[in-house]
């Protein structure tokens, strides 16, 4: 709903003259006792008009609406370290259809390669191989941006290969590369990184298979040749980069809210909030005058913290902390109203993502919910009044429960309005069994709004005090960082 509140003498008379030209969206002015209304079309962006969203009970891909930016976060699809000699792998983004791993030779596990926080452990071994194929579903991936693997071979094993990609389950294959010779040819299977950027291929269907066929390759001097046979042929730490939704994101509310001061008459406050659908022609009536704006989107399920008396030294802007799933976006600026004009707003980000991805060889389906509570002050944005007290007391915790054996990551939203400079954030971790806590452990790093940070480690193993985490920049988001926990 639109209004206009204006104290002193002329409220209601303005009070009804603004809602009337506001709710109609017409063009002009009304002029009463020589003060002037003039209309304002508010360009945004930061809006799409064909949101992907990443949930079964979505739209289908290219259903128009005019949702925000989805809360996409770039990461690891599909992951295998192989380190508890399984095909299944350590993480998976779409787990109604199992991805494979199938070859013509004969499958085992031997000595693997280290990786980012994956201990070198295991690797999965073909003998006799002609082709390896790896199939993944890729269903409701907004972009595939990255395949990567390491291998080896023994010294009659393959020292080159071809790599082909298939859309259409086999049906047809394009070719990704053709020659791909390994460095490093010792007889000892020395590890061999390959990555290939996806980001230009546009692939969008449901699947995504890669086909390997070997090549005997350049030898090492003095080594053996070629046999295919009896030749083995190692892989560690497959992974498939992309974009996807984090858990969830955006929910059953979806508003944009608006708040316009009038800098030289504190008692004009235009306010209102308008659904997704009706922002890209919002129009408003407005005195002229100069005026800090402030526009907030909020798609969730749960509305946002703000105050019931806005006024320009008050005004902030706030989210609980276990609505983890909030997409939040804002733009804060200023505006001058002397005619009928135009005024272009830019949303940003007033999140960062948490993304907890776990290493554990180990079997985790004794895991039955996981609970994470913030230790520092909750965050608010307060636009116009740096110096705002907080406002917000929030005590409310995130409570997850997953199949974090199949799905070995946990993805949250952390609500952060817009900070300059990086602030500390303060995590404490439950892992809990269907019948008793596990496990309790502190995260610990420093942070500001759109970036992501990943911590990466053991979730049951107490004895590792030396994981690492890391941040890292991803498509749309900034910021980089690395540290220790």
């Known amino acids: 709903m639109r209004s206009l509140f204006v104290k002193k003498d002329r409220l209601s008379f303005y009070f009804i003259i603004l809602l009337a030209v506001v709710a109609c969206k017409k063009e002009g002015s009304v002029d009463d006792q020589n003060e002037n209304l003039h209309a304002v079309q508010f360009k945004i962006s930061g809006f799409t008009s064909e949101s992907i969203v990443l949930k079964s009970s979505s739209p289908p891909i290219g259903t128009q609406s005019a949702n925000p930016v989805s809360n996409f976060v770039e990461g690891y699809l599909y992951f295998w370290s192989f380190n508890d000699e399984s095909l299944a792998p350590d993480i998976a983004y779409q787990t109604l259809k199992e991805p494979e791993i199938v070859s013509d030779g004969i499958p085992s596990y031997v000595g693997g390669y280290g990786f980012d926080g994956y201990g070198a452990g295991r690797a999965l071994s073909f003998k006799g191989a002609s082709e390896v194929l790896i199939k993944m579903s890729i269903e409701g991936a907004e972009q595939i941006t990255q395949f990567a693997f390491d291998t080896g071979s023994s010294d009659t094993g393959p020292k080159d290969f071809e790599i082909y990609y298939s859309i259409n389950e086999g049906e047809t294959y394009e070719v990704l590369s053709i020659a791909n010779q390994f460095v490093k040819t010792g007889d000892n299977a020395p590890k061999n990184s390959y990555t ?28 053996s040749e070629y046999k295919q046979l009896t030749g083995t042929w190692r892989f560690d730490n497959i992974r498939l980069v992309g974009m996807s939704s984090s858990s969830g994101g955006g929910g059953e509310i979806d508003k944009l809210h608006y708040y316009l001061f009038h800098k030289s008459k504190p008692e004009v406050v235009v306010t209102g909030t308008i659904k997704y659908e009706e922002a890209l022609s919002l129009k408003l009536a407005l005195p002229e005058g100069k005026y800090s704006i402030c ?74 919910k996981i609970g994470i509570s913030q230790r520092h002050d909750p965050f608010f944005y307060a636009p116009f009044n740096p110096q ?93 960082k690395e540290g220790e926990f």
């Open 388 to 480: 705002l007290v907080n406002p917000i007391l929030d005590q409310t915790d995130i409570d997850t429960t997953a199949d974090f054996n199949t799905n070995k990551q946990l993805v949250f939203n952390q609500f952060m309005g817009v900070q300059s400079k990086e602030v500390s954030v303060k995590y404490t971790v439950v892992v809990y069994s269907s019948s008793a806590v596990l496990r309790t452990f502190h995260l610990e790093s420093t942070l500001r709004n759109n970036m992501q940070l990943v911590f990466r480690g053991n979730l049951l193993d107490q004895s590792n005090s030396n994981g690492k985490f890391q941040v890292s920049k991803q498509m749309d988001w900034d910021g980089q």
């Open 196 to 223: 290939y950027a996806l980001s230009e291929k546009s692939i969008s269907r449901s699947m995504l298979w890669f086909k390997l066929i070997p090549k005997a390759g350049d030898r090492r001097e003095g080594g």
């Open 295 to 368: 526009f907030v989107s909020n798609a969730s399920n749960r509305d946002l913290i703000l105050p019931s008396n806005p006024t320009l030294s008050n005004f902030y802007v706030g989210n609980q902390f276990s609505n983890s799933n909030a997409d939040i976006f804002g733009y804060y600026g200023e505006l001058e109203v002397n005619g009928e004009t135009d005024h272009e707003v830019k949303l940003r980000r007033l999140f960062s993502q948490i993304k907890l991805e776990f290493t554990d060889a180990v079997d985790l389906s004794v895991i039955s």
